[in-house]
């Protein structure tokens, strides 16, 4: 399972993803402070619209799609690009999506539709990744149905839920509190105990130290 980063400078992502043959990366969104890509990480491209809400501030829609066309000046794919969305609306997030879809999809690009409280696998759209926002027992009990589909689940910090979602048989998770505290914080350790986990074989009993 990828685990995507807040996007940040400096050397600590491109080292993790090294450190675990690919499999950390970046989530660039309008939050983050630069958008470069590499060719060697996976990175996804968040809508911004969570923060937004959450800061009490508009949505951007100018500076959501030039930082798209930054991030594609690059030449790199990137693992999807979240389509616009309305927190914690799942009726008005269909609107959104119909509003907006059709001009990303000309990007050729993987894109994702964030799945709300209250919906179900299929209220995916066929071929979009279903991005997990909302509570987190909407996402447990979204990864404990039938479904066919690539899965992101977002907002996770944690050992526990990066251990879950994996086992759940997520594609990718992300989150941003990773590095809040640099190189040695709390925070990334729960991140480094997940990829010792992965590598003592991802069972449930593994032995991490």
């Known amino acids: 399972m990828k685990v995507l980063i807040a996007a940040s400078g400096g050397s600590i992502i491109p080292y993790l993803c090294g ?3 690919g499999n950390v990366g970046m989530m660039f969104s309008l939050d983050t402070p630069i958008y470069k890509t590499y060719n060697f990480m996976p990175y996804a491209i968040d809508n911004g619209k969570y923060q937004a809400v959450i800061k009490n501030k508009p949505w951007d829609e100018i500076a959501f799609f ?11 794919r990137p693992e999807f690009v979240v389509v616009p969305d309305v927190p914690f609306d799942a009726e008005e997030t269909k609107q959104e999506f119909k509003k907006y879809a059709p001009r990303l999809e000309k990007l050729g690009w993987p894109l994702a ?4 409280d209250g919906m179900t ?10 991005f997990l926002g909302g509570s987190r027992e909407f996402k447990t009990k979204f990864m404990q149905q039938p479904q066919r589909l690539r899965v992101h689940v977002g907002r996770v910090n944690r050992f526990k839920h990066l251990k879950e979602f994996d086992l759940a048989g997520a594609e990718s998770v992300d989150g941003s509190g990773y590095l809040r ?4 914080g709390k925070n990334l350790n729960q991140l480094l105990m997940y990829q010792r ?3 003592h074989g991802r069972t449930p009993e593994a032995v991490l130290f």
């Open 181 to 184: 505290e640099g190189w040695g």
């Open 19 to 21: 450190a675990s043959s």
């Open 197 to 199: 986990w992965v590598e």
């Open 121 to 130: 696998p299929a209220d995916v759209p066929a071929g979009y990744v279903a």
């Open 66 to 76: 030039e930082m798209i066309e930054k991030i594609k000046d690059h030449g790199t």
């Open 113 to 116: 539709f964030a799945a709300q």
